[in-house]
């Protein structure tokens, strides 16, 4: 009796070791061709109802989400060159540029803006450049880690299925941003880069030429504007001084005059003296409008406004397709030093996508 039912069980083992195979088979052959790694992935049922990781994002998750991709990404190169290296040698041979003393010159002259060489003795210089070349080291290693990971592409050695996190798209009011352009009733531009800015934050001055040269090359299909962000009561008071300017059609030229040297415009004399320099006609009334705080509500609605779409610092710049008859903008968020060619790429992507 007892070698039947010995039997029998191995008979049935036997039937559903078969059947976990053929559907091991099955399975194979029926799993969709995805990647290993998904940017959108399911992450709660609610009675039918899918929620996705995309469903769970705001401006500052969103950042973080890119920040965090951003350094996995470099961890995921390092691992690849340290696989790689002892099977294809040649990968080690790419190399980026080298910082030379050139490279700490031009810092000096064109990034401090100055000419006198005997500065380069002093401390504070001295560690002002050393900063400097450490993120110049930074930068060509990254460059070069960059290049030895897409020469592993190319040459079929790695699969890349590490995707960044979608874009999230927020809808940001325009206000009473100050545009750039005259708003065209008739054909209004498609894009609109926002700005929403600190006259005190040092890279909020430095973004500027930056700026006016996108301004000069999408002049015809991009709006600009200007949101204030004063994170320093100084930069407050200079807001309003921009305000008061520009209800006598001076905003810009103000604007400008200030970013040229912010640390200039931090007394009452320095603000009214700067009025005059733009071409300020009523100067009496520019006085009132400041002493009265006129434009108060306007700084402050901007600042508030900035904080609900989740603005956190300075500068900051939403990009994406200009809805003219709402007034607003439906796209992303930048913050912090914007290069400009995250600009363009981004400029670049909403124009070709506002013209669906």
């Given amino acids: 009796m007892r070698p039947s039912v010995k039997n029998s069980l191995a008979l049935s083992l036997s039937w559903v070791l078969i059947l976990l195979w053929v559907h091991g088979l099955m399975a194979e052959e029926t799993k969709p061709d995805v990647p290993n790694f998904h940017n959108n992935p399911r992450v709660a049922v609610v009675e039918g109802h899918d929620i996705h990781l995309d469903d769970l994002k705001n401006p500052q998750i969103q950042d973080m989400m890119q920040r965090l991709h951003s350094m996995q990404s470099i961890l995921l190169k390092q691992k690849t060159i340290e696989l790689l290296q002892d099977e294809h040698p040649e990968i080690l041979e790419i190399r980026a540029a080298r910082i030379n003393r050139e490279d700490i010159i031009r810092m000096y002259q064109e990034e401090m803006g100055l000419d006198d060489m005997e500065g380069l003795n002093s401390a504070a210089v001295q560690n002002m450049i050393r900063n ?96 204030h962000f004063p994170l320093h009561k100084e930069a407050f008071a200079i807001a309003e001084a921009v305000e008061c300017a520009r209800a006598q059609g001076r905003f810009w030229e103000y604007q400008t005059a200030v970013y040229q040297d912010p640390q200039a415009f931090k007394s009452e004399e320095s603000l009214i003296r700067a009025a005059h320099d733009v071409g300020v006609d009523n100067l009496k009334d520019f006085k009132a409008c400041m002493a009265e705080g006129r434009f108060r509500d306007r700084v402050e609605r901007d600042f508030r406004q900035g904080i609900e779409i989740g603005i956190q610092g300075t500068p900051t710049f939403i990009i994406g397709t200009y809805n003219f008859a709402e007034s607003t903008i439906h796209g992303e968020m930048f913050s912090g030093a914007v290069s400009s060619e995250q600009f363009v790429r981004t400029i670049e992507k909403y124009i070709e996508l506002s013209k669906d």
Avoid at 177 to 195: C, I, N, S, T, Y
Wanted: proline share 4%; hydrophobic share 35%.
């Fill in 132 to 227: 400097y070349v450490e993120r110049l080291r930074q930068d060509a290693y990254l460059k070069e880690l960059n290049q030895r990971y897409e020469f592993a592409v190319n040459k079929g050695w790695v699969e890349d299925y590490f995707e960044a996190p979608n874009d999230f798209k927020l809808v940001a009011g325009i206000g009473t941003a100050m545009l750039w352009f005259k708003p065209d009733h008739k054909e209004p531009r498609k894009v609109f880069l926002m700005e929403y800015s600190d006259f005190l934050c040092p890279f909020c001055k430095k973004v500027q030429t930056t700026l006016n040269h996108l301004r000069q090359t999408y002049g015809d299909r991009v709006q600009f504007g200007y949101r």
